[in-house]
């Protein structure tokens, strides 16, 4: 009788360690977002195809928009457990071979379907990745709908003075400034779950506009 009450119990034991697990790892949330571009200073939306930013809405001396965009970045977190179960443990950012020269990031904009973020920094930011070292103080980052997944969201950090300058410099100084003509910026991906972000930012337009 005791074996047969020995070997109901640690099943039942185990059962309960893995529902206390996965319960934990449901619940420890993670942000690659903000943990890579955290600490703007100011946002911006970009809507639409033309490049140009949605014009923001203040409500009694507040910011709606800029709250509703911010917003909008804190839900792109995703929990520990989906991530394993999506197959997606890396969560750090990625370089890949794509480029965007100067003339591009002039009119960067919202395709159909997408919002543009852009972000905004007081001070030039520095950050190495995959051994490339990059300095910016705007980044674009381009959202889609991702229906409830973990996907990869396309970044690019730039330094707003080598877009549109008088400079004729081909080589990058110590500050990262080089020539317009000569400039392109680093194409970067951070994973993301984006569908509540999409849901906040089609809210917010539907509201105010």
Not at 24 to 53: D, R
Not at 59 to 83: C, H, K, P, W, Y
Not at 169 to 192: C, N, P, R, W
Request: proline share 2%; with cysteine; net charge negative.
């Amino acid at each position: 009788m005791k074996k047969i009450k020995k070997a109901i119990w640690i099943p039942s034991l185990v059962v309960v360690v893995l529902a206390a697990v996965i319960l934990t790892l449901s619940l420890v949330k993670v942000n690659p977002m903000i943990n890579t571009f955290g600490g703007y200073n100011h946002i911006e939306l970009i809507a639409s195809s033309s490049g140009a930013a949605s014009p923001e809405i203040t409500v009694d001396g507040e910011n709606v928009t800029s709250n509703a965009l911010n917003n909008s970045i804190e839900s792109t977190r995703f929990s520990v457990m989906q991530a394993i179960l999506e197959g997606k443990f890396s969560y750090k950012v990625q370089l890949t071979d794509e480029k965007v020269n100067s003339a591009a990031l002039r009119v960067y904009s919202a395709q159909s379907n997408e919002y543009v973020l852009k972000l905004y920094y007081n001070e030039a930011q520095t950050m190495t990745v995959d051994g490339v070292e990059i300095k910016f103080d705007r980044v674009f980052v381009r959202l889609y709908e991702t229906n409830g997944e973990i996907k990869e969201i396309e970044c690019v950090p730039y330094l707003e003075y080598n877009i549109d300058n008088e400079s004729y410099s081909d080589e990058y100084d110590e500050e990262g400034k080089i020539g317009s003509a000569f400039y392109q910026a680093h194409v970067l991906t951070v994973k993301m779950n984006t569908s509540k972000a999409m849901a906040t930012i089609a809210e917010h337009l539907a509201k105010y506009n």
